[in-house]
């Protein structure tokens, strides 16, 4: 798809992801560079959209899945994910629109904070969230892999 005309922006909108979108959605993650190989992209779908604490939404132009971000809460805290526009409509606004809607979507719920996480070397992304006012909070992620999962 090219970029968004006119015409395109106004048919663009965000919704709440169906069981229909998802054979657009893991290839649009694929094509923006946000999906990893450790990560099931199937798996992480199904638990996001399973609970009442997150969603995925996504961008939309007609039928065509253009943008997404996963996005969840924890009572205190929000958390987004899996941010990604098509490559082709990088820079016209889309993801800033995604994330305005992540955060109305956790204002909706009480949440009053959002994090994210992103690579270090991601000097890109970096400079997009710090556009539209995230701040580094110079905390270190610490991770342990359990469960099943740890085998």
């Not at 939309?60 to 969840?72: H, I």
């Not at 992304?125 to 085998?151: H, M, N, P």
Request: glycine fraction near 10%; charge should be negative; include cysteine.
């Amino acid at each position: 798809m090219p970029a968004l005309d006119g015409l395109a922006k106004s048919k663009f909108q965000i919704r709440e992801m169906c069981d229909a979108d998802l054979t657009q959605v893991v290839p649009l993650w694929e094509e923006a560079g946000v999906s990893r190989p450790w990560n099931d992209p199937g798996t992480d779908i199904a638990f996001a959209r399973k609970s009442p604490h997150s969603t995925i939404l996504v961008g939309v132009v007609d039928d065509s899945v253009v943008a997404t971000a996963m996005v969840g809460e924890d009572g205190h805290r929000g958390w987004v994910y899996y941010v990604a526009t098509s490559p082709q409509l990088q820079n016209a606004g889309i993801g800033r629109s995604m994330m305005v809607s992540a955060e109305a979507w956790l204002v909706q719920r009480g949440i009053w904070k959002l994090q994210l996480l992103v690579r270090a070397d991601n000097e890109r992304a970096k400079g997009f969230y710090e556009r539209l006012g995230y701040k580094d909070t110079g905390s270190i992620c610490f991770q342990k892999v359990i469960g099943d999962a740890a085998s």
